[in-house]
């Protein structure tokens, strides 16, 4: 019997560095949200024992190196479970390296597959914590829909939904470290820092306009000069009717919300020649998720 998951984008509506700590992460705060755009993840109970992975990407780690393989690791590990035969074909849709989460995903698609085989009775929140063992965007990944992430990203609220809307998600050609961000990051001289608070309110109202207001990503603040093409597709998104747009993750990913779907449409067409790929995607709810 096969177990097929999907394993859903996300995005951040806003991202906050809040100070490093002792342990050496950062203390971030973050409004997440997850979008239909999603990698389809298939788990195979298999007499053979061990795991194998396969996907459609030819450059993505098979083996343990995946983060899909670590998350079943990490699942018998810390229940204890005996470990069966396992296959796992992962359809990636997600772009890699694109601050959308797509590995976290797929591992988080694991977990819940993983969970519903063999521990039903497990509390998600059990799972929530198996993931942040895996990954910082994991735990968020395993719950999905619109959640303020605070911590490295293992503490969840569930927020109200974002209300409906459209969104044009532009992955530029160029790729950017995280590592390296994280890196020029001095949190005392972040010069600006999102309303977090101003758009949590915002979501509690389903004020569509005001939430969109309140996007922001600090890292933008802190982008190298050779990743221009981020604040290039940004301007380009806000002149074709975007009400906001903003980088998500450590980028170089760009969104624009819209709330009709044809001029939605019409961004997205005219930003297809300057990107690598481009989405048109509506948000995912938590509801979507299969648990
Ligand atoms: P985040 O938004 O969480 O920072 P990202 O979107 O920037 O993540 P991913 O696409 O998740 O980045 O990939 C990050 C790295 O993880 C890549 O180097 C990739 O090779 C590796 N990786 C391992 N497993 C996977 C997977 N299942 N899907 C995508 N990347 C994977």
Redesign the pocket.
């Known amino acids: 019997m096969t177990h097929t998951e999907p394993a859903f984008a ?1 995005l951040n509506l806003t991202l906050d560095i809040l100070g490093k700590r002792e342990d050496g992460y950062h203390d971030m705060r973050m409004v997440m949200q997850s979008i239909d755009l999603h ?1 389809v993840v298939t788990i195979t109970p298999r007499e053979k024992a061990g795991l194998t992975l396969t ?1 459609d990407l030819p ?3 098979k083996g343990d ?4 393989s670590k998350a079943a690791a990490r699942f018998f590990q810390s229940t204890g479970l005996p470990a069966p035969g396992l296959s796992i074909d ?1 359809r ?1 849709s ?11 995903s ?2 988080a698609a694991v977990l819940r597959t993983l969970r519903r085989l063999c521990a039903p009775d497990m509390p998600p929140r059990r799972l929530e914590e198996i993931g942040a063992l895996v ?3 994991v735990p968020y990944c395993v719950r999905g829909g619109t959640a303020l992430a605070e911590g490295r990203g293992e503490r969840l609220t569930d927020l109200p939904p974002l209300p409906p809307c459209f969104l044009v998600v532009c992955k530029p050609a160029c790729s950017v470290s ?1 590592p390296e961000l994280f890196g020029l990051v001095r949190t005392k001289r972040l010069r600006c820092h999102p309303d977090t608070a101003g758009l949590l309110s915002a979501l509690e109202h389903g004020d569509l306009e005001a939430a969109s207001h309140r996007f922001y990503n600090v890292f933008e603040d802190v982008l190298p000069r050779r990743y221009s093409q981020v604040f290039e597709i940004k301007g380009a998104l806000l002149e074709r009717g975007a009400m906001a747009a903003s980088m ?3 980028g170089p990913s760009v969104f624009g919300l819209f709330r009709d779907e044809e001029p939605a449409r019409q961004a997205a067409e005219a930003l297809e020649a300057s990107c690598q790929t481009v989405f048109l995607c509506r948000p995912a709810a938590r509801e979507d998720i299969q648990w």
């Open positions: 996300k990698d996907t450059f993505l780690p190196g995946n983060i899909a992962i990636k997600i772009p890699v390296c694109a601050g959308m989460a797509g590995g976290s797929d591992g990954g910082s965007d995280t998500t993750g450590s």
